[in-house]
């Protein structure tokens, strides 16, 4: 069974309460917005170019860029980041009123460079 968007939320570091669900709602938002500005409706729509840079750009908001680094990093922990991101950005597509049938699984998920820090 794949994980519960609630795990990916908790491995991507939201935490649990309610700030942390204010925070999530914010992001879902805020990044519903970015695809509909990028033309992005669904995970078939952009293809695997923008689908990274969509991911990219994802890598550098709150909470995630706690941890960027750890996107497409070997590590159980990277890979486990990684899918939580993923996972996260899926499922804002489907709430942009798309159905699975018009997503395409990527696998593996396009993998960006992690933003340098300093």
């Known amino acids: 069974m794949p994980p519960s968007i609630n795990q990916f939320k908790k491995d991507a570091g939201f935490k649990d309460g309610a700030p942390d669900r204010r925070l999530y709602l914010t992001w879902r938002?805020?990044?519903k917005?970015?695809?509909r500005s990028r033309g992005i409706l669904g995970k078939?729509?952009?293809?695997r170019a923008a689908w990274a840079d969509?991911?990219?750009?994802?890598?550098?908001?709150?909470?995630?860029?706690?941890?960027a680094a750890l996107h497409?990093?070997?590590s159980a922990a990277g890979m486990?980041?990684?899918?939580?991101v993923d996972g996260l950005l899926v499922d804002v597509c489907k709430k942009l009123s798309y159905t699975r049938s018009k997503q395409v699984n990527l696998e593996p998920p396009p993998q960006p460079e992690p933003p340098t820090l300093g």
């Open 29 to 31: 938002d805020y990044t």
């Open 33 to 35: 917005q970015e695809m």
């Open 44 to 47: 078939t729509d952009p293809g």
């Open 54 to 67: 969509l991911t990219r750009w994802t890598l550098t908001k709150m909470p995630f860029s706690e941890k």
């Open 72 to 74: 497409g990093a070997a």
């Open 80 to 84: 486990k980041f990684t899918q939580a």
